[in-house]
């Protein structure tokens, strides 16, 4: 079924909207130009989590992502960067964990136990809750946070990462352009190859 179908019928019954993001608001004034006038950014934002993540100290490069495993996130896609990452620079240690919920989760860590090189380590403990997980960020060490989305609104995973102070590398899509910057990650292009995540995690 299309998504999120009669959405004219849908607008024309509402006084405002509130998309929550730039990326959001041009995108409703591009396909909805007779509704403009709804239309009025409202951010989204998370709590100053009081700390500060730690980088590695032990010479281990560790990635942390954090979402479902459903299609629209392309954990294969960053599965397949970190590996090539790992092919690229045999003499550097790699751990990647990845929070997150999905009917692959067994097979992405069978498929990582069975075909990571010796110098690289993945894991999925899954997502519980919020509480968890600012707990990891404050007592684990991370080097940075990749979001490989093909869509995004303001994605509040990458707002978290950011706020702990861990560098994000993310695509170019959505609200993701409005939260990475030079100042805290890199912005990928908004379909990336395997090797275009690699290179950008062996810059970082």
């Known amino acids: 079924p299309p998504y999120l179908p009669f959405r004219r019928t849908s607008l024309a019954l509402l006084e405002a909207i509130f998309p929550d993001s730039q990326a ?46 459903v299609p629209i996130k392309r954990v294969n896609l960053l599965f397949d960067g970190i590996l090539c990452a790992a092919q690229m620079r045999p003499d550097q240690q790699l751990e990647w964990t990845h929070m997150g919920n999905g009917s692959i989760r067994t097979e992405l860590q069978e498929n990582a136990d069975r075909h990571f090189p010796g110098n690289a380590r993945a894991f999925f403990p899954g ?25 995004e609104g303001t994605p509040v995973a990458v707002m978290e990462a950011v706020s702990c102070g861990i560098p994000v590398i993310a695509t170019a899509v959505g609200g993701n352009q409005e939260i990475v910057s030079e100042k805290n990650g890199m912005l990928l292009s908004a379909n990336p190859t395997p090797e275009e995540i690699a290179k950008a995690i062996l810059a970082l």
Not at 49 to 56: R, V, W
């Open 24 to 69: 959001g608001l041009q995108y409703l004034t591009r396909k909805f130009p007779e509704y403009s006038a709804l239309y009025k950014t409202a951010l989204l934002g998370v709590e100053d989590p009081g700390f500060i993540t730690l980088p590695s100290t032990d010479g281990v490069f560790r990635v942390i992502s954090c979402s479902m495993l």
């Open 127 to 151: 997502y519980s809750n919020k509480d968890a997980l600012m707990k990891f960020y404050r007592n684990e060490p991370a080097d940075v946070f990749i979001n490989v989305s093909s869509s």
